[in-house]
């Protein structure tokens, strides 16, 4: 009997329903659980051959429990290890190299030393840094935000160079980014499963979040839609993330990637509303299945990106063009609440490629 457990913190309705859709399906020889963790040996197996990371990123004592379940034989979702490398400065990095436009972004230090440094550990920075050149890079009105984080937190609005400086004191040992502000005329957020599976959301950030995805218009053009789900798949197929979201604010008819960091993304029903939830807690039952079929005891199970495969492999970092699936898109007008969606036909499937 092969194993699903999901790993999650306070969150209930979407792994719950994720667990009860596995077992509905009745798999042979695979049933879900929520995983249990009684004592963590090394080298020792859990018991899973497939485990849905949910709360790694907030528990330290996880993340590394799943690395060690991984070189066991685990399939984690997402990858653990490259979990732990990534951040949101080098997504914006990797997504240039790869022609996908995102805002300008600078990178700026901790206010404060981080604890068991000094002035000292930093001879290496010029200070004081050069203030202007990274106001005139990014203008203003700007937005500072934390390098690694999530969820919205520690994220301000910055009107000019005297509103940085106020509040940039305020946020102590957090490495920030300083980024332009993208006035957009509409924004999309896409579930991205499998790195085949994409699903895309009008999405309002500036509503309440319980209301982000009540959008009540249609998309400008199937064009803009299919670039959408392109840009979605090169990026989460290069990062190597089996489920991650991708923001992207329009400015001028051009899709631009504001956020594609999000390996535990929101998938509660209050806010994602219920067409969005049943579909992604189907596609990932479904995927999760996929995996545990397919997984094999003494080896790795995990996926790489290309980024990864590319490095490794010596290779350049050539971006090629991924398709979906299936990909769901965004359809007309609606009252309701939550946007209705409708099925987008997906392009030939690819020829399958060696790991």
């Known amino acids: 009997m092969k194993k699903i457990g999901i790993l999650f913190g306070q969150e209930r309705s979407f792994p719950e329903a994720v667990i009860e859709r596995i077992n509905q399906k009745a798999e042979k020889d695979i049933t879900a659980e929520a995983v249990k963790i009684d004592k963590m040996f090394q080298n020792a197996a859990l018991g899973y051959a497939v485990i849905i990371d949910r709360i790694s990123q907030d528990v330290p004592f996880y993340r590394a429990s799943l690395k060690n379940a991984a070189i066991t034989g685990t399939a984690v979702i997402n990858n653990p290890f490259w979990w732990s490398a990534d951040e949101k400065f080098f997504n914006n990095a990797l997504a240039e190299q790869i022609d996908i436009p995102v805002p300008k972004t600078a990178l700026i230090p901790s206010r404060e030393h981080p604890t068991g440094t000094t002035g000292e550990s930093f001879s290496n920075l010029t200070m004081p840094l050069n203030w202007d050149a990274i106001f005139e890079y990014t203008g203003f009105p700007a937005y500072m935000k934390p390098y690694d984080g999530g969820g919205w937190r520690d994220v301000y609005k910055l009107h000019d160079k005297e509103d940085f400086f106020h509040k940039h004191a305020e946020t102590k040992q957090l490495v920030m980014l300083l980024q332009e502000e993208i006035i957009f005329e509409e924004y999309f957020r896409c579930y991205c499963i499998g790195g085949k ?83 992604v807690v189907e596609t990932t039952a479904n995927y999760a299945i996929e995996r545990a079929k397919a997984q094999k005891d003494g080896q790795d199970n995990l996926t790489w990106g290309e980024y990864i495969k590319a490095s490794v492999g010596g290779m350049p970092l050539n971006a090629k063009t991924t398709t979906a699936k299936k990909v769901i898109a965004p359809k007309a007008t609606s009252t309701k609440a939550d946007a209705k969606v409708a099925q987008v036909k997906a392009p030939a499937k690819p020829k399958a490629t060696k790991k």
């Open 197 to 279: 599976h994409v699903r895309i959301m009008q999405y309002e950030p500036r509503n309440p979040q319980h209301l982000r995805y009540a959008v009540d218009k249609p998309a400008s053009s199937q064009k803009l839609l299919k670039t959408i789900e392109e840009y979605t798949l090169k990026l989460c197929n290069y990062l190597g993330y089996d489920f991650n979201t991708v923001e992207f604010a329009v400015r001028d008819g051009v899709p631009i990637a504001i956020d594609f960091c999000n390996p535990a993304p929101d998938a509660d029903i209050k806010s994602v509303g219920q067409e969005n939830f049943d579909w």
